[in-house]
Nanobody, 124 residues
Framework: QVQLVESGGGLVQAGGSLRLSCAAS????????MGWFRQAPGKGREFVAA???????YYEDSVKGRFTISRDNAKTTVSLQMKSLKPEDTAVYYC??????????????????WGLGTQVTVSS
């Protein structure tokens, strides 16, 4: 049983910043690849960023240079620092875990566990 709980969402103006956090249960966090996905109204689930068990990162093109994913294995958390936010970043953001020392992937079905999401709204 792996539980993932996102926090840090909210309403911000365009150009602003937010930091999302994901707290994970379990005793094998260091073996997980962790990912962030988002889903806007009327759209499908979109890959945002991932960080492997070894610390390698991978980003969707539209967020490169603006978003940073990081992990703290001691605290069993993963974060997504978002800057220069745009209205098109508005979505529910989901944390996901891919266990067993597996490699980075941006496909949702490569992940084993999911949080319930946190809303990010960016106003003009």
């Amino acid at each position: 049983q792996v539980q993932l709980v996102e926090s840090g969402g909210g309403l911000v103006q365009a150009g602003g910043s937010l930091r999302l956090s994901c707290a994970a249960s379990g005793r094998t966090f260091s073996s997980y690849t962790m990912g962030w996905f988002r889903q806007a109204p009327g759209k499908g689930r979109e890959f945002v960023a991932a960080i492997s068990w070894s610390g390698t990162t991978y980003y969707e093109d539209s967020v490169k240079g603006r978003f940073t994913i990081s992990r703290d294995n001691a605290k069993t958390t993963v974060s997504l620092q978002m800057k220069s936010l745009k209205p098109e970043d508005t979505a529910v953001y989901y944390c996901a875990a891919r266990g067993g020392y597996r490699s980075l992937t941006g496909t949702p079905n490569g992940y084993d566990s999911w949080g319930l999401g946190t809303q990010v709204t960016v106003s003009s």
